[in-house]
């Protein structure tokens, strides 16, 4: 099982719609998540970070559910320039510091 | 504008030609990351300085390096570059103001790596 999963997608959804990604981390002891964003063929670029308790930034709406052991990610109102990749971030600093990059879920908006 | 800067932005090599990838920063942060990302994968975690603590991933290959002569500058070399070392490599920076895990990473625009 790998460590941080996402659903590649690709998830293909109109302008206006609202889609919702889920991340699962299998390290219980995981201390902070964040969501990035990449695009086409550039580096990624951090979205926001997920809070125990939830956050919100805009159109977008973070969760971090720990007892399930997964994070989420809410677009609402999609725009034609939301489409990217989004990659789940997991970060731990027990016995080292480690990060974890989900393989990212693949976002198409048309118009 | 404080950023981190690849250079070059396209490298190509030849299998088993060693090649050195170099990164800057103006940020002044003092965490540095390299990170491999092959097509339509995760970036990977390869090793790290908290300031001029190196720390290396225990799966990354010993084929690869780093060094980081001072605050601004980290170098990856590949002494032996397979096939299988052609990706993506990302640079990142942070400053942690706590534990190193809550900050947020600054990537560059990264290199690709071509071997021939």
């Known amino acids: 099982r790998k460590e941080v999963e996402q659903d590649p997608g690709p998830f293909n959804v109109p302008e206006g719609a609202t889609v919702a990604f889920n991340c699962t981390y299998s390290n219980s002891a995981s201390q902070s998540f964040f969501w990035y964003r990449q695009d086409c063929r550039k580096e990624p670029k951090l979205l926001m970070s997920?809070?125990?308790s939830g956050n919100e930034d805009g159109r977008f709406t973070a969760q971090l559910n720990r007892a399930s052991q997964y994070i989420s990610l809410l677009i609402r109102d999609s725009k034609l320039s939301d489409s990217a990749t989004y990659l789940c971030v997991v970060n731990t600093n027990t016995g080292g510091f480690k990060t974890i990059f989900g393989a990212g879920t693949r976002l198409f908006v048309k118009a | 504008d404080a950023m981190v800067i690849q250079n070059p932005r396209y490298q190509v090599t030849q299998f088993g030609k060693p090649v050195t990838l170099s990164c800057s920063q103006t940020?002044?942060?003092?965490?540095m990351y390299w990170y491999q990302q092959k097509s339509s994968q995760a970036p990977k975690l390869l090793f790290h300085?908290?300031?001029?603590?190196?720390?290396n991933e225990a799966d990354t290959p010993d084929n690869f390096q780093s060094r980081r002569p001072n605050t601004s500058f980290c170098f990856l070399d590949i002494r032996s570059p397979g096939l299988g070392d052609a990706a993506m490599y990302l640079c990142?920076?942070?400053?942690?103001?706590?534990?190193?895990?809550?900050?947020?990473?600054?990537f560059g625009p990264g290199t690709r790596l071509t071997v021939l």
């Open positions: 997920v809070y125990s």
């Open positions: 990142a920076t942070s400053s942690p103001d706590r534990d190193i895990s809550y900050n947020e990473q600054f």
């Open positions: 940020l002044n942060h003092n965490v």
């Open positions: 300085y908290y300031d001029k603590d190196f720390n």
